[in-house]
């Protein structure tokens, strides 16, 4: 068995930190279906303006909101306007894991998705390197 990435949003903007709740990151409802994450599920946050890398679980957010909030003890590791990196794993068996295709979200500094790639996108290129 092997942890592969499952997927990705790629340079989203804090909207807001909130200390004073219990934890986790509360994510816009659309890119959390686009990245295909569940309430609750375990992601790993990297802050790319000061290196901070740290794993705590989603919270669904408002839909079409935007919102990326870091709540609890990881609202002290980012700043509102920080870009982070959001990423989610499964596990898969040995003979998948070199087809287990992630699903990209880019958004761009309003945390809106201007674009997403998966399989259909990496298959051509997975293959060439296979």
């Given at each position: 068995m092997r942890t592969m990435l499952k997927s990705k949003i790629h340079r989203a903007r804090v909207t807001r930190c909130n200390v004073d709740y219990e934890g986790s990151i509360?994510?816009?409802s659309d890119l959390m279906e686009a990245a295909n994450l569940l309430p609750y599920e375990k992601v790993d946050v990297l802050n790319i303006n000061?290196?901070?890398r740290f794993g705590t679980y989603v919270i669904k957010g408002e839909r079409g909101s935007g919102e990326i909030c870091l709540n609890g003890a990881a609202a002290r590791l980012v700043a509102k306007g920080d870009m982070v990196i959001i990423l989610s794993y499964h596990i898969v068996p040995d003979n998948?894991?070199?087809t287990a295709i992630p699903k990209l979200v880019y958004v761009d500094?309003?945390?809106?998705i201007v674009d997403v790639k998966g399989k259909e996108y990496w298959t051509k290129d997975l293959v060439s390197m296979l």
């Open positions: 509360t994510i816009d000061n290196g901070a998948e894991a070199a500094s309003t945390n809106r």
